[in-house]
């Protein structure tokens, strides 16, 4: 089970908490847990990736035990922490606001 | 007993204002998708059940969710946009070239005959269709491929953010984009040709150039489809035939800079605006909030201002944030800026503050219930 942390506007529209947990097929990396997160919530498809390109939104970053995964690619495993040390995939939003 | 429906999109979520055929008492309920920019909610007038909303935001880009039980839940549908054969770039503000790049819904125009069926105006300007209920998106091409390359943005961003179609010949088209203009189609969107004849713009460097005039709204009443009405970015103008030739219906306007625009539901000559001062001070003339309305199809013009504010207020009224009911006296409805919402039950004459302090309103759709 992967844990995974939403920003605010995200949690809204998918009507959960703070965090959610998600059964991921295969290889844990980027792209699983995204396809995972949205199969599990489809009203977030398309909101922390470009739908057309899946690419990540420029907007959006992926940290895991504080260290930046945004750029690891959607292929790579993500560390091991995620799966069996009780780290959170912590999706971040550009902070917006004065 | 009929009622009115009014979906109200706003800068950080939707409402919705519900009231019976009086228009008198309205409950307010939202807001739904907190946060979320709702540029447009509208509802298929096959299925009044059935509404399509667009949410976005610059974060998480755009979410299409879709209600079928009048807005009690809903369910996210397709948000794959993805721009077909065309140009692959517009001009930028300083003329340089620059990528088509799907942002945001501006628009639905849902199907008069089948609840399956959507079109949507989409920003970098593009029309999308839809048979089936929003899932999947289809781009009608031809629209970009006739003179896409040529478009600039407005300030508001290259939004394609007006679509009308003719009742009896909904293969009949008209759309408009921001600092584009007008272009019409009479093959369901299968090919399209400008249609802003008449248009003069002095603010552009050919001010009567096929394309680049700034629109903000056009609007027919459904029974005289080749009447056009229109809000340009100054100059409020008509059409008597479906497009091809506009001539200017500002008239005694104070300003005739503006957004929003409205047919009555029942007189064809008669048309609302609400007039602002100008480009850069986009709030009404003295501080004076006033709808005007035409009944002689422009050019006369009367202030109407009971139960408006008419002092200290420098609110705006963007261009889909009005809207009309087809209720016998016509209910009239707009939203500001400041969160606003304003009715009249009576054509009108006189306006009642129904909602204040939501959001800024984007949008405003009024929805006449059996």
């Known amino acids: 089970m992967i844990r995974v942390r939403l920003p605010e506007q995200l949690r809204t529209l998918a009507g959960v908490g703070r965090e959610v947990e998600l059964e991921v097929e295969g290889e844990v990396t980027l792209r699983s847990v995204v396809d995972a997160l949205e199969s599990a919530y489809p009203m977030l498809r398309g909101t922390v990736r470009n739908p057309a390109t899946g690419r990540r939104r420029p907007f959006i970053r992926f940290f895991v035990a504080e260290e930046d995964y945004s750029d690891l690619g959607p ?14 995939l912590v999706v971040v939003g550009a902070i917006a606001g004065g | 007993m009929s009622g009115v429906r009014l979906l109200v999109g706003t800068r950080k979520g939707a409402f919705v204002l519900t009231s019976d055929g009086k228009r008198l008492d309205w409950k307010v309920e939202g807001p739904l998708f907190g946060g979320w920019e709702v540029f447009h909610a509208k509802a298929s007038p096959a299925d009044p059940n059935r509404i399509f909303a667009s949410l976005s935001k610059g974060w998480f880009g755009q979410v299409i969710q879709r209600s079928d039980d009048g807005g009690k839940s809903w369910e996210p549908v397709g948000n794959d946009f993805s721009y077909g054969t065309g140009p692959g770039n517009h001009l930028w503000y300083d003329g340089s070239e620059r990528p088509f790049e799907f942002t945001r819904i501006w ?28 899932k999947n998106w289809e781009e009608l091409t031809a629209l970009r491929a006739s003179t896409g390359s040529g478009w600039q943005p407005g300030a508001g961003g290259l939004c394609l953010h007006t679509i009308v179609s003719n009742p009896a010949d909904p293969a009949q088209l008209r759309i408009a984009i921001s600092a584009a203009g007008v272009f019409g189609s009479e093959d369901s969107g299968e090919t399209w040709k400008p249609m802003n004849r008449g248009l003069n713009s002095d603010y552009i460097p050919d001010p009567d150039a096929e394309i680049g005039h700034c629109v ?10 080749e009447t056009l009405f229109m809000q340009k970015h100054w100059d409020v103008m008509r059409s008597d035939d479906g497009g091809a030739n506009w001539r200017e219906i500002s008239g005694d306007l104070p300003s005739d800079f503006g957004f929003a625009l409205g047919v009555h539901a029942h007189e064809p000559e008669t048309v609302y605006v609400v007039p602002i001062t100008s480009d850069s001070e986009h709030y009404p003339p003295d501080g004076r909030l006033r709808v005007y309305r035409s009944r002689s199809g422009g050019n006369e013009w009367e202030p109407l201002t009971r139960g408006l504010p008419q002092e200290n207020c420098y609110v705006n009224v963007l261009r889909s944030a009005m809207s009309l009911d087809t209720l016998d006296p016509c209910g009239v409805y707009f939203g500001t800026t400041a969160g606003q919402v304003y009715a009249s039950a009576d054509d009108g004459d006189s306006w009642s503050e129904i909602a204040r302090d939501l959001p800024a309103v984007l949008s405003v759709e009024a929805q006449t219930l059996p």
Request: aromatic share 4%.
């Open chain 1, 75 to 88: 292929d790579k495993p993500l560390p091991v922490a995620l799966t069996g040390g009780g780290e959170v």
């Open chain 2, 107 to 134: 628009q639905f125009h849902p199907s008069r005959e089948d609840p399956d069926v959507v079109l949507a105006g989409a920003e970098d300007a593009a029309i999308f269709r839809s048979a089936d209920g929003g």
């Open chain 2, 216 to 225: 903000h709204r056009i609007a027919a009443h459904p029974q005289r489809p």
